[in-house]
């Protein structure tokens, strides 16, 4: 699907690549029975899936890269966007096919997908055995058995509480050197294009204490980079409510700001990102928080989705364009070298010519570094969908997409050019898919840089000076290197 954006390939196919590593560790209680887990979405989704992988493997069950020698199938799936869903229908349906050569497998889906159909996709399409929404995988073995014994296997009730604090993630991730920490779950924004809130419930942060040991942990094990999770991190909130109510007088509030602070003090070999912030919450706390330690990351994804006022109203981001790039002005004003990337949505309901050229002129004011687009993709029960016509042609949506695709080609090539002959410090990640001799990692903006190996291993820390920049990558070479 081409309008699948690189993240969402990637977690497909880390998850699918990762998914031996857990079938190699030795399962204390195995029981014989092999799970094939496949990926779609957010990085939450992924978080999730490492979640999924943790609560099944302590229930004896191993897993596999290989589809077809699987006794269970489950698909983590997303709603985002209608082809998002489509593309999860066509491989339930190839699966399906394998079902009637084994009877006895068994197909389930998770995620966003489950939580918006519901019993639908089990009843009525037939095309899985086993249905469970995002806050309902501890449920996941319980579940399995039920289909086992030929039951009807479904729970899609949201929590308010859940956040799976206690359960330690078996990492997926290739390298064993990023991971994702989930800090919250849900969002309660209500954006009036955004099926979110409806398939992961109200949003609820997570104990600040299991965050930091589990980014401890990280580091013990070896990691050097960990990206803390949420759909808005910047509301995330511990021991307070939303009207400001202190819930324990005995324990401490903390917010975001406060978060990375204990987050980044964990090690400063430790580096740390987060995703996403929100432009109508994000303050200047978090930005100060930022520039004073050096292993918070100097990277934004700040998400625009357009550049007018009355269609971000339209849209009920609770920001208007002004406020958007006094938010810009701070992030440039306090922390002069973070890179800001951002989502974009082409030909929302509405939309006039002079609203989308507002994106366009909004998106060379701010620079970006890098951006994920999109065109709008009209999603049941959400507020857009109640209230306004998705009146924009199909070929009109394309046309501002391809429009907004190539302004952001020019910045992204611009920023890169900016970098010849810069210093920076990146974090080994691995070796280069095109040569053995060569070692890639990524410096604080996020940016990917390719250097000569010398002896870098992933996990060092190398300062090295760009000297090649094509339009997808960074060449350098080393200037010293620091052991991790
Ligand atoms: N919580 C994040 C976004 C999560 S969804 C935030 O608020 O920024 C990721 C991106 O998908 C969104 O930023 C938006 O650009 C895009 N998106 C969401 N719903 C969409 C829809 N109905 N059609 C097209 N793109 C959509
Ligand atoms: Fe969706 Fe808006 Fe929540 Fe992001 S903040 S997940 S776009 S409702
Ligand atoms: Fe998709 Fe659900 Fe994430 S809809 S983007 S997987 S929260």
Request: net charge negative.
């Amino acid at each position: 699907m081409k309008e699948f954006n690189d993240v969402e390939k990637v977690i497909d196919e880390t998850v699918q690549g990762a998914a031996t590593m857990i079938a190699q560790e030795e399962g204390k209680n195995q029981n014989g029975k092999k799970l094939y887990l496949e990926s779609y979405g957010c990085q939450m989704n992924f978080s999730d899936s490492e979640i999924v992988a943790s609560i099944l493997s302590e229930n004896g069950f191993t897993t596999t890269r290989d589809s077809s020698s699987a006794d269970v199938i489950l698909m983590n799936t997303c709603s985002i966007r209608e082809n998002a869903e489509q593309r999860v229908r066509n491989k339930l349906s190839q699966y399906q096919k394998r079902k009637k050569e084994k009877p006895s497998l068994v197909i389930g889906i998770l995620g966003c997908m489950a939580e918006r159909l519901k019993k639908d996709l089990l009843e009525q399409e037939k095309l899985v055995d086993l249905v469970a929404g995002p806050d309902a995988y501890r449920d996941l073995p319980k579940l399995i058995q039920e289909v086992e014994s030929g039951q009807k296997a479904v729970n899609v009730l949201l929590s308010r509480e859940e956040t799976y604090a206690d359960i330690s993630p078996v990492r997926l991730g290739k390298g064993g050197i990023a991971a994702f920490i989930s800090i919250m779950r849900g969002c309660d924004n209500m954006c009036s294009f955004c099926v979110v809130p409806f398939t992961r419930g109200r949003e609820r942060s997570r104990d600040p204490k299991s965050i930091v040991q589990e980014a401890q942990e990280l580091f013990d094990q070896g990691y050097r980079e960990v990206t803390l999770l949420g759909q808005n991190v910047d509301s995330y909130k511990w021991n307070i409510t939303k009207k400001g109510e202190i819930i324990d007088p005995s324990e401490p509030v903390v917010n975001f700001a406060q978060l990375m602070e204990m987050v980044a003090q964990v090690n400063p070999l430790l580096r740390i990102r987060f995703s996403t912030s929100h432009p109508k919450d994000m303050t200047d706390d978090v930005l100060h928080t930022m520039a004073k330690y050096e292993n918070l990351c100097k990277y934004i994804h700040l998400p625009v989705q357009s550049g007018n006022t009355d269609v971000l109203k339209r849209m009920n981001r609770g920001y208007s364009r002004e406020w958007y790039m006094n938010r810009i002005e701070a992030i440039k004003r306090i922390m002069p070298d973070c890179a800001i990337s951002t989502d974009i949505i082409a030909g929302f309901c509405g939309e006039t010519e002079e609203e989308h050229q507002d994106t366009l002129s909004l998106m060379k004011e701010v620079g970006y570094e890098f951006a994920y687009m999109f065109y709008y993709s009209e999603r049941p029960k959400t507020l857009a969908e109640r209230k306004f016509e998705d009146d924009i042609p199909l070929e009109t949506k394309k046309r501002r997409l391809t429009e907004i695709q190539a302004v952001q080609a020019e910045l992204s090539h611009a920023a890169n050019s900016k970098m010849l002959g810069e210093k920076c410090t990146i974090l080994v990640e691995g070796t280069s898919k095109r040569s053995d001799d060569e070692v890639f990692g990524r410096n604080s903006q996020n940016v990917v840089v390719i250097v000569p190996k010398n002896n870098l291993k992933p996990g060092d820390y190398a300062d090295v000076i760009i000297t090649d920049c094509t339009t997808a990558t960074l060449r350098g070479e080393l200037i010293q290197t620091e052991e991790a």
